[in-house]
């Protein structure tokens, strides 16, 4: 059983360039998490989703960032005209349906932005 | 705003000996809690978690201890191997709501672990 997959695993854009991030979640998760980790820091939650419906979004900047999952294919983070201060790791977790499940975090999108 | 282990210390210890990592969280609320362990460029691994109505779990090698009334938690890990070296954070799972899946992290210990 593969694992969550994230793509791709190093991105490079230049100010004001847009930058989309994919992850498949674990076969069988229906719920998707993206988090931000910036160096030396702890991971920051953005946004909460299930398939086609976004159901906490409070982590995620007003402008710029959007995040989608749709009925089929992977959950897509999307930063447009990023600025360097989006530079960061971006994690996404997937978990079964229902409360209290276990977090299975992919192995990060590092977004460098020049 | 809540929050969760504001520090970034980080502990050397000797291979073989016993390792303390300690967290603080604000959130009195909080009834789960979870440590993850984050080797470089990887996504955090779980180790182990531990609800509210416990003060303390155990796995292999690892227990967690909970302390309600300081709202403390902390990860000993036996005999430290070098394969434990890593970042280790401290997470709380929101409770209730559309926020129940999301989880506050701390920022983190570094442990060295020496041979």
């Known amino acids: 059983n593969a694992g969550v997959m994230q793509n791709p695993r190093h991105l490079v854009r230049r100010r004001g360039q847009e930058a989309r991030l994919r992850c498949s979640p674990m076969k069988g998760h229906s719920h998707v998490y993206w988090y931000r980790q910036l160096p030396e820091e702890g991971l920051k939650f953005m946004v909460y989703l299930q398939k086609e419906n976004i159901i906490d979004e409070s982590g995620m900047p007003k402008e710029r960032f959007s995040a989608e999952f749709p009925k089929e294919g992977p959950s897509i983070l999307r930063i447009q005209q990023v600025v360097r201060g989006d530079s960061a790791a971006y994690f996404c977790a997937s978990s079964q349906p229902g409360l209290g499940g276990e977090q299975f975090f992919g192995p990060g999108t590092r977004l460098t932005v020049l | 705003g809540e929050s969760v282990g504001l520090h970034l210390p980080t502990l050397s210890v000797q291979e073989g000996d016993n390792s303390i990592i300690n967290c603080a969280y604000s959130n009195s609320a909080s009834d789960y809690f979870i440590w993850y362990k984050q080797e470089s460029g990887k996504g955090p691994q779980f180790i182990i978690d531990?609800?509210?109505?416990?003060d303390k779990r155990q796995g292999q090698r690892v227990t967690v201890l909970l302390n309600k009334t300081v709202k403390h938690l902390s990860l000993q890990i036996a005999a430290t191997q070098p394969g434990d070296s890593a970042v280790y954070f401290c997470?709380?799972?929101?409770?209730?709501?559309?926020?129940?899946?999301?989880?506050?992290f701390g920022q983190g210990t570094i442990l060295t672990v020496h041979p």
């Open positions: 997470a709380e799972k929101g409770a209730g709501g559309t926020s129940y899946g999301k989880l506050t």
């Open positions: 531990i609800r509210s109505n416990m």
